[in-house]
C-alpha cells in the first residue's frame, strides 16, 4: 500500500484547474447563431441543446479517457467501444432526451484492421443497448499527434421542449434515487492506473473480493441507463438526472444551487473501489469526488412518486436520499460535504 495518499491532482488530473481551462474557453464563445438552430442556453446540463420548433436537440461530446490504456495494455479493445457511446447517451437522458444518432472519432498512430474490427463489436453492442445509429465517423492516422489509439464521439438526441429536465423545479423534500453502476465506468481511470503502477501492481494481478484480474475489473464496460430512464419518463414525473461521471458526487451540483442534496444510505460501492482506496491511501473524500463509488446515475423525483420510480427503474435502483436545505451534495454518515461551485 502506498504510504502517501494519493490524490486525483496528483496522479495529474487537477478538477479545480480543468474547470478554470473550461471556463477561459467558454468566455471566448460568444457568438450566437441567427436563424432556426439557435443554442439554448441552459447552464449546468450535461449536454448542449439546440432550439427546433417544439423539440430541441441534445448535442454532446465525450470520449473513453485512459481506460483506453488499460485496453492496449491487455490488448482487449472489444469493449471499450460500449464505454464510448455510454459516456454519450448518459449525458443526453439526463435532460429527458432520447439519443439517436452518434458519430465516432478513433485517432490512431497507425493504421490496425484488427483494433478498428474489435473497436467496432463494442460500438456495434453499445448501439443497441442505446437503441442509437451510429450514423458515420472518422478513423484519423495521426503519428505525430498520438501514440496508440484514442476513442471519442459526439451523440445527437431530442426531446420535446415543453418535456425537458433542467432541475429547475426541484426542492426540498425530493426523492433522490441512485441507479447501480457497473464499476469503475470510463473515469477516475488516470488516479486507478497511477496508483497501481506505484505500487507495482500488474494488470493480471488478483485480489480478494474480485471476480477477475485487476485489470479486467478496470475494462468493466460503462452501463448504459438509456432503456431504465425512457421507461421512467413515460410513467413518472422527473425533476432531475445525473450522471455520475467524472467529479463523482459532486456532478449533483450543477443541477441546482441552493439545496442540499442529501445521500443518507448510499449505494454499496463494488470491491474495485476498496481494492483502490486502500492500494493507494485513497481518503474517502478523494474517492467520492473522483469515482462513481457504486452510483453511475441519480433521478431527483416528487417523493410522492420514489415507490412508483423504483419499481418502474427495478434491478439495482435504490432509494438513497432526499433533497434538504442547504446548498451542495453529501453524506452525513460519512462527514462529506461538497459545496456548489
Known amino acids: 500500500m502506498s504510504l502517501k495518499s494519493w490524490t486525483y491532482a496528483r496522479a495529474g488530473v487537477d478538477i479545480g484547474r480543468k474547470s478554470k481551462a473550461i471556463g477561459s474557453l467558454v468566455e471566448q464563445l460568444k457568438y450566437r447563431r441567427k436563424g432556426k438552430g439557435k443554442m439554448l442556453e441552459i447552464m449546468g446540463q450535461f449536454t448542449g441543446m439546440i432550439d427546433f420548433g417544439e423539440m430541441a436537440l441534445t448535442l454532446c461530446t465525450d470520449g473513453v479517457g485512459t481506460k483506453i490504456l488499460v485496453a492496449e495494455a491487455l490488448d482487449k479493445w472489444d469493449t471499450v467501444g460500449i464505454d464510448c457511446i455510454a459516456m454519450n447517451v448518459n449525458d443526453t437522458i439526463c435532460v429527458g432526451a432520447e439519443p439517436i444518432a452518434l458519430v465516432d472519432y478513433i485517432a490512431m498512430d497507425r493504421p490496425d484492421d ?6 467496432g463489436i463494442g460500438l456495434e453492442k ?13 478513423i484519423a492516422i495521426v503519428p505525430e499527434v498520438v501514440r496508440g489509439v484514442d476513442l471519442s464521439a459526439s451523440c445527437l438526441g431530442f426531446v420535446k421542449k415543453d418535456s425537458m429536465i433542467d432541475g429547475s423545479s426541484i426542492e426540498v423534500g425530493d426523492a433522490i434515487i441512485g441507479l447501480k453502476s457497473s464499476g469503475i465506468h470510463s473515469n477516475g481511470l488516470t488516479l486507478a492506473r497511477k496508483l497501481l503502477m506505484d505500487n507495482e501492481i500488474d494488470y493480471d494481478d488478483k485480489f480478494n473480493g474480485l471476480k477477475h484480474t485487476i485489470g479486467k475489473e478496470l475494462l468493466t464496460p460503462t452501463e448504459i441507463y438509456v432503456k431504465k430512464i425512457l421507461r421512467l419518463l413515460k410513467t413518472c414525473t422527473v425533476k432531475g438526472m445525473v450522471d455520475v461521471t467524472g467529479g463523482g458526487l459532486r456532478n449533483f451540483v450543477r443541477l441546482k444551487k441552493d439545496v442540499m442534496f442529501e445521500i443518507d444510505d448510499p449505494i454499496r460501492p463494488q470491491p474495485i473501489f476498496k481494492v483502490l482506496a486502500e492500494v493507494g491511501n485513497v481518503e474517502p473524500r478523494e474517492m467520492y469526488q473522483t469515482f462513481n463509488m457504486g452510483m453511475g446515475f441519480a433521478v431527483i423525483c416528487p417523493e410522492r412518486s420514489a415507490k412508483k420510480a423504483l419499481k418502474t427503474l427495478g434491478d439495482g435502483a435504490k432509494l438513497v436520499g432526499k433533497v434538504t436545505k442547504g446548498d451542495g451534495v453529501g453524506i452525513p454518515s460519512m462527514d462529506l460535504h461538497y459545496e456548489s461551485y
Open 126 to 138: 453499445g448501439a443497441a443497448l442505446s437503441n442509437i445509429d451510429i450514423v458515420g465517423g472518422e
Open 114 to 119: 484488427r483494433i478498428t474490427e474489435q473497436i
